[in-house]
């Protein structure tokens, strides 16, 4: 339970008292809202239940604010309930039970902030997914740190995560790659040949190439050199998939993101008893009289379901469509591995995707609110003014790879965090290099390192937390600091509700300017008054447990000497 939790159930507990006793009308209470107040004096929470409540009881809404507070005693977390015009009830957190939550910050350590509104459900998260038939772009980079970071984020707040990427090593681009790889592995054998014309210029093709050219036999090169471009070699070409998957394997580590699955888009192809999952989810759609043929093609009849339009999924040519390939692998995802929740985590050249499968999920028999794709936009590049070229070894793309080994895996992740997914965003790579305050990274990481050498001195010079007296914590800078921490739960509820992960590197720069007001104000280590060293030594120690969570939720280090 958060804060936020526990003032629902004291709010709507008052409501329904003052129902019952007389002072409000018998109406229903809506879902109960609890903020915080723009404006600091009017305390650390507030509802705006009277003014929801004020047509169904034809009261006036500060009446209800007054009925409401009168029910909700100043008592534990609370030292006041104030009604507020012109219908609000605000609360107050009391100093003493906001000292004493620095032991309990404490004592949670690395599980501080996590919650159980998740009740062990299963959610999968897919994120990047992005062709195996190059390395990654800047652009997936941005997607790697939303879906990581969101997969920790609902596993924190009690779910059961699981992070996958999907190999599309069944399709058109698969094809392309095939004869692309061909056209190189022939151009390595003296032979003169072009690259086919939609096929993929960049010279890591060259690489792959060489790298299954020396690794084969020698009467498997000889056959391959014989290839044609038409027709590449099965073998060839799923090597050369699992050569560029290695390679995305090694560019998504850099970044500090795991998966626990990688599926292979083919797999929905392959038979079992006879039949592939492929095939049954088609079948499925057919019962359900979802698929029509006409022009010569068969076709999914959206339009039944809402859409515009109907949507092809096996061409005139006998050549299913990516979109038919997606129906097969969600049919996969919910009713055979049975995922309660799934999430999706694209690009926004994916947009126009998202509607029809939510369909075509919906035409699976599947409530299509339990699946939730999330578009992010685009990401520029800089170095202070100027604006980064465009890589041309790797085809007129910014590499993934090339942004982690300039500024770091940390900035990478924070910076391609630190805007919501729905807006574009610019990356200073000057800025993300800064070793000054200037670099919210950088102001992040000290503050973590700063309490460490605290910590560090203090043991040194013989001060210890233990045994403190935190009820002396009263000092505003303290009790700042204080109720920053207490929000991460709630904001871990929050990230987890929407699916918003952008919000944490905005709250650990708020938390570390917190401890730095804190630091500035307030002496620690005090040889004249070791029983206050002691409590704000304890409130080093809750803060440096709080900022190591965040950035652990980032997928960033907890650095101790900067």
């Known amino acids: 339970m958060t804060i936020r939790d526990d003032l629902a159930a004291l709010i709507r507990n008052a409501a329904e008292a003052a129902m019952a006793d007389g002072a409000l009308p018998q109406v229903p209470v809506p879902e109960i809202v609890v903020e915080n107040p723009s404006r600091p004096e009017h305390g650390d929470y507030a509802t705006n239940l009277p003014m929801r409540l004020a047509r169904a009881a034809r009261a006036n809404p500060l009446d209800i604010a007054k009925a409401i507070a009168e029910r909700i005693p100043a008592e534990g977390m609370l030292s006041a309930s104030e009604p507020a015009p012109p219908g609000f009830v605000n609360f107050r957190l009391d100093t003493k039970w906001l000292a004493e939550q620095v032991a309990a910050i404490k004592q949670s350590g690395d599980a501080f902030g996590n919650l159980t509104i998740g009740a062990g459900k299963r959610v999968q998260v897919e994120f990047v997914s992005a062709n195996p038939t190059g390395p990654l772009t800047a652009g997936n980079g941005r997607g790697a740190a939303i879906g990581s970071v969101l997969a920790s984020v609902l596993q924190a707040a009690g779910y059961d995560v699981q992070r996958e990427y999907l190999v599309n090593d069944a399709g058109t681009q698969t094809e392309v790659f095939g004869r692309t790889l061909v056209a190189r592995y022939l151009q390595l054998a003296g032979k003169s040949v072009e690259i086919p014309a939609d096929g993929y210029p960049g010279e890591y093709m060259i690489d792959v190439a060489k790298r299954i050219r020396d690794e084969s036999t020698r009467e498997r090169a000889d056959a391959y050199a014989n290839a044609t471009i038409e027709e590449p070699p099965r073998e060839m070409v799923l090597r050369g998939v699992d050569i560029m998957v290695e390679m995305i394997r090694d560019d998504i580590g850099k970044l500090g993101v795991e998966y626990d699955a990688w599926f292979r888009e083919r797999s929905l192809y392959e038979t079992n008893d006879g039949t592939s999952l492929y095939e049954t989810a088609l079948q499925k759609l057919r019962d359900q009289h979802y698929l029509v043929e006409k022009e010569g093609a068969l076709w999914f009849a959206s339009s039944e379901l809402g859409e515009d339009k109907d949507n092809v999924v096996i061409r005139s040519t006998g050549k299913q469509t990516y979109f038919a390939s997606d129906i097969a692998y969600h049919y996969e995802k919910f009713l055979a591995r049975k995922f309660d929740r799934v999430i999706n985590v694209w690009g926004a050249d994916h947009q126009g995707h998202v509607s029809r499968l939510k369909t075509a999920v919906q035409a699976l028999g599947v409530d299509p609110s339990r699946l939730e794709i999330l ?188």
């Not at 391609?416 to 993300?432: G, H, Y």
């Open 375 to 562: 578009i992010y936009q685009l990401v520029s590049f800089r170095r202070g003014e100027e604006v980064v070229r465009l890589s041309k070894r790797s085809g007129n793309i910014v590499l993934m790879r090339d942004i982690v080994d300039e500024v770091g895996r940390d900035a990478a992740r924070f910076f391609f965090l630190s805007r919501s997914a729905d807006s574009q965003m610019e990356f200073d790579l000057e800025l993300a290099k800064k070793q000054s305050s200037e670099n919210p990274v950088y102001y992040v990481q000290y503050a973590h390192a700063r309490i460490a050498g605290i910590i560090a001195n203090a043991a040194e010079r013989s001060f210890s937390a233990e045994g403190a007296d935190v009820s002396l914590l009263a000092h505003p800078a303290e009790q700042a600091l204080i109720r920053k921490m207490l929000q991460l739960p709630e904001l871990i509820q929050l990230m987890a509700e929407r699916s918003e992960p952008h919000h944490l590197p905005h709250y650990a720069q708020e938390l570390a300017n917190a401890f730095h007001i804190f630091y500035t104000e307030c002496r620690v280590l005090d040889e004249e008054d070791k029983s206050v060293s002691a409590a704000r030594l304890a409130l080093c120690e809750a803060a440096r447990v709080a900022l190591a969570r965040a950035l652990s939720l980032m997928g960033m280090s907890a650095p101790v000497k900067m």
